[in-house]
């Protein structure tokens, strides 16, 4: 039987939490509505907080692991957009979603007349969303994941950290 020490499990969960952080990032860069680029940054970004953490902060990788799936995703989806576009993209993104699973259950009930209307619809949001963020630039900055995890209810990854 291998021992293993409370610190190689801290360690563990540091680069869960970071990799769950990570994958969250790459999700929003790859987003087909809000497709964000990740500032030069963030690498580095992601390193330092990998090492801050490991120094036996485990309330990080607590906090981060405990989160619902998604939860830095769409929290970073709506941050990143400027703010004020902030409340019609969240209901243009509902209504999409929504309506994603309305045409899902009339396919489902071969009813594909109103699962091309649904699709319609969403073709129309997504339209509106592309002029919305047309003239912005969308990034991912540290400043941003740090608002986002403070957002999410975590205080501990501000500035003055740093």
Request: proline content about 2%; aromatic content about 6%.
């Amino acid at each position: 039987m291998v021992e293993v020490s409370k610190l190689e499990i801290e360690m563990w969960q540091v680069e869960y939490a970071v990799r769950k952080i990570q994958r969250a990032l790459t999700r929003v860069k790859d987003d087909r509505f809000t497709p964000a680029s990740l500032s030069s940054e963030i690498s580095d970004y992601l390193i330092d907080l990998t090492v801050r953490q490991a120094n036996g902060n485990s309330d990080f990788s607590k906090f981060v692991i405990s989160l619902p799936l998604g939860a830095i995703e769409d929290e970073l989806l709506k941050q990143v957009i400027p703010e004020r576009h902030r409340q019609k993209m969240v209901g243009y993104r509902s209504r999409h979603k929504a309506l994603e699973i309305e045409k899902e259950d009339y396919c489902v009930d071969q009813n594909f007349e109103k699962a091309a209307v649904c699709r319609d619809q969403q073709q129309e949001i997504a339209q509106l969303i592309r002029n919305l963020i047309a003239d912005q630039e969308i990034a991912i900055t540290p400043a941003l994941v740090d608002s986002t995890l403070r957002s999410l209810g975590y205080n501990g990854s501000d500035e003055s950290n740093r």
